[in-house]
């Protein structure tokens, strides 16, 4: 059973930098599938942040795409979100989830999410 | 982009009744190499992720519940929970995944009547 775990700083400062890694178990990062990052701001719907394919290749919404930057670390089993300049509107509950574009199944497993709030 | 639009925002269904949620994409998410649409359902309940309903629009995910159905090709397509159960009530969500960025629709509120 695949899982996976979203880790970072709850609180971030306007115009800083945020970070978060997620942790896959019980499946390896190397498979060939995509893993994505999605947002949702309290109270909101769901927003696709972006996508990495195991080999490295990234696809990202247009709407951040300027300020976004995944990766991944097959030797920690893990891939990141990265997003700079964050203001009030970057707050929201992150989640990263396995699948992507014209995967079988969409997104079939999720993190459960992590809130960061961009606050002074 | 392609635009994901679903209808109605809310719903309210009386227990063991049909409900019916519709989601409409912009541009076609069929993908003429498989003839599949690429269009995904999912359900979330309040502090939880989203879970995986449906994919390539009609096909059930292991594990869920055969009261759930999804239909449709192209454009237009549809989730119908054939007779409504009390742990249903959640938010549902549309997605495609034909191509980047892969657009949720805005969310369909499913309550109890």
């Known amino acids: 059973q695949v899982q996976l775990q979203e880790s970072g700083p709850g609180l971030v400062k306007p115009s800083g930098t945020l970070s978060l890694n997620c942790d896959v178990s019980g499946g390896s990062i190397s498979s060939e599938n995509w893993w994505s990052w999605v947002r949702q701001p309290p109270g909101k719907g769901l927003e696709w942040i972006g996508e990495?394919?195991?080999?490295?290749?990234?696809n990202y919404n247009p709407s951040l795409k300027s300020r976004v930057t995944i990766s991944v670390d097959k030797s920690k089993n893990q891939f990141s979100l990265k997003l700079t300049s964050v203001t009030a509107a970057d707050t929201a509950v992150y989640h990263c989830?396995?699948?992507?574009?014209?995967?079988?199944?969409?997104?079939?497993?999720w993190g459960q999410g992590t809130l960061v709030t961009v606050s002074s | 982009d392609i635009v994901m639009t679903q209808s109605p925002d809310s719903l309210a269904v009386s227990l063991g009744e049909r409900a019916t949620i519709n989601c409409k994409s912009s541009?076609?998410?069929?993908?003429?190499?498989?003839?599949?649409?690429?269009l995904a359902w999912y359900q979330q309940k309040p502090g939880q992720p989203p879970k995986l309903l449906i994919y390539w629009a009609s096909t059930r995910e292991s594990g869920v519940p055969d009261r759930f159905s999804g239909s449709g090709s192209g454009t237009d397509f549809t989730l119908t929970i054939s007779s409504l159960q009390a742990e249903d009530v959640a938010v549902y969500y549309c997605?495609?995944?034909?191509?980047?960025?892969?657009?949720f629709g805005q969310g369909t509120k499913l309550e109890i009547k």
């Open positions: 997605q495609q995944y034909y191509s980047t960025p892969c657009n």
């Open positions: 989830a396995r699948g992507g574009i014209r995967s079988v199944t969409g997104l079939d497993y």
């Open positions: 541009q076609s998410v069929l993908y003429s190499s498989n003839n599949e649409n690429y």
């Open positions: 990495i394919y195991h080999g490295g290749s990234t």
